[in-house]
């Protein structure tokens, strides 16, 4: 039974820059959650999304934005990056919605 | 006052005792539960989840949750070096904004 996986691992840019990052969300799953976890701190909230749209959203700016493929593999798409966007980025999936969500390994941007 | 409240640690246990981990939260229309093990690097793992007011037991880890007084708490018997790690606590809201809310975490290192 696969799980969820990231991609990349890691990831280095530099400010101002673009970066899309990927999640693939486990089997039987469709439903895909982004997070956003400084060093120290828990989990913050980004975005969810089902059946390709966006469901709920975090108290994050427009330059975080996303999208669902109708594998219900997920994308996540940061622009024009800020020293402070350095984190290490979650992706949970789970099914119809649910809050029993399950997280892939988790990309680390370190931004420049 | 915070919606999910973790005492931060470090809890430090012998090996064999019973940790004692616990969470409060503000909302009294909270609906679900969960405890998440992080270890230093890696992403959130689901370890326990809760619904309703009482005990739930999986194996040495159990989940009590206390709506009353709204709190809810992990213990894990027979503590061994292996379970050190940053355990996370998430409250799932209900409501027209249904969200998931989590605590910073409490850090629990077992010594040998």
């Known amino acids: 039974d696969a799980g969820v996986t990231q991609s990349p691992t890691h990831l280095i840019k530099t400010r101002g820059q673009q970066v899309t990052l990927r999640c693939s969300p486990k089997s039987g799953h469709d439903t895909v959650s982004w997070y956003q976890q400084a060093l120290g701190q828990g989990p913050q909230f980004i975005f969810q999304y089902y059946e390709e749209e966006e469901r709920q959203r975090g108290n994050f700016p427009d330059r975080f934005s996303g999208h669902q493929f109708p594998n219900y593999s997920s994308e996540l798409n940061v622009n024009a990056l800020l020293l402070g966007d350095s984190a290490l980025y979650l992706c949970a999936s789970s099914f119809r919605g649910d809050y029993e969500q399950y997280f892939g390994p988790g990309t680390r941007l370190t931004v420049t | ?112």
């Not at chain 2, 006052?1 to 616990?22: C, F, T």
């Not at chain 2, 793992?45 to 009590?64: C, H, P, V, W």
């Not at chain 2, 503590?79 to 409490?106: F, H, M």
């Open chain 2, 1 to 112: 006052q915070k919606e999910v409240e973790q005492n931060s640690g470090p809890l430090s246990v012998p090996e064999g005792a019973i940790a004692s981990l616990n969470c409060t939260y503000s909302d009294r229309g909270s609906q679900s539960f969960f405890w998440y093990r992080q270890y230093s690097g890696k992403s959130p793992e689901l370890i326990m989840f809760i619904y309703s007011n009482g005990d739930k037991e999986d194996g040495r880890f159990t989940a009590q949750l206390n709506k009353a007084s709204q709190y809810v708490s992990l213990l894990i018997r027979d503590s061994q070096p292996s379970d050190s790690a940053t355990y996370l606590c998430a409250v799932e809201y209900a409501g027209n904004n249904r969200k998931l809310i989590w605590g910073l975490g409490t850090s629990l290192a077992v010594n040998p």
